[in-house]
């Protein structure tokens, strides 16, 4: 079964950091392009980062550039997502999203993970 | 890049058809194939409905359509079903390697 699933989400406080990590299984993880999408509650998703399928292209949204670093390891078939200078706006449910292949769209996500930055 | 415009919502009745509209500009939607559509329900993961514009992944029903002429994609629904209710997002991949997604549209049958 093709299957993503978030960790590391949890409680920080603004300006601290947090690693999110994502586990892949049940496809050719190195084969695909992947990605961060959040979600803020109550608000519609957005795209964070991608990174290609060998790691040598990424790009970030505008609104977490400096601050935010997508990795991938893909002999253990894992994404990453270091968080640093955390702010309150990206309180979020943060997916690991795989890119449909040879098109464009998010063909499989995971179930999410909850960050939350408050004092 | 600003978000995709979307309605808020769209109602039918069972059985009818719906087509939600996502309108972006020449920098997005108008100058890529590469719209996509998701339906989310509450506390849920999004789920892939449309890719490149029209192409429906396997196992989404043939009831769902996509389209798109200039700088607006169309979502269609046809025969209208009480489990089509949810949340609808659009997404477009943009001039600067990035991906901007609609506000969403909630669909009420």
């Known amino acids: 079964e093709v299957q993503l699933v978030e960790s590391g989400g949890g409680l920080v406080r603004p300006g601290g950091s947090l690693r999110l990590s994502c586990a892949a299984s049940?496809?050719?993880?190195?084969?695909?392009?992947m990605n961060w999408v959040r979600q803020a509650p109550g608000k519609g998703p957005e795209w964070v980062a991608s990174?290609?399928?060998?790691?040598?292209?990424?790009y970030y949204a505008d609104s977490v550039k400096g601050r935010f670093t997508i990795s991938r390891d893909n002999t253990r078939n894992s994404l990453y997502l270091q968080m640093s200078s955390l702010r309150v706006e990206d309180t979020a449910v943060y997916y690991c999203?795989?890119?449909?292949?040879?098109?464009?769209?998010?063909?499989?996500w995971g179930p999410g993970t909850l960050v939350t930055a408050s004092s | 890049h600003s978000a995709l415009t979307q309605p808020a919502s769209v109602s039918g009745f069972p059985g009818q058809w719906i087509t939600i509209p996502c309108t972006g500009t020449s920098s997005d939607v108008g100058g890529y194939n590469a719209v996509s559509w998701y339906q989310q329900y509450p506390g849920k993961a999004p789920k892939l409905m449309i890719y490149d514009v029209s192409s429906r992944p396997s196992g989404i029903s043939i009831r769902i359509s996509g389209s798109k002429s200039d700088n607006t994609a169309s979502l269609t629904i046809a025969g209208l079903q009480p489990d089509d209710e949810a949340i609808y997002y659009c997404?477009?991949?943009?001039?600067?390697?990035?991906?901007?997604f609609g506000g969403g549209t909630k669909v009420t049958v």
């Open positions: 990174i290609s399928d060998t790691g040598d292209d990424i």
């Open positions: 999203a795989r890119d449909q292949y040879g098109g464009y769209g998010f063909d499989v």
């Open positions: 997404s477009s991949y943009t001039n600067n390697n990035a991906r901007i």
């Open positions: 049940g496809f050719s993880f190195n084969s695909y392009t």
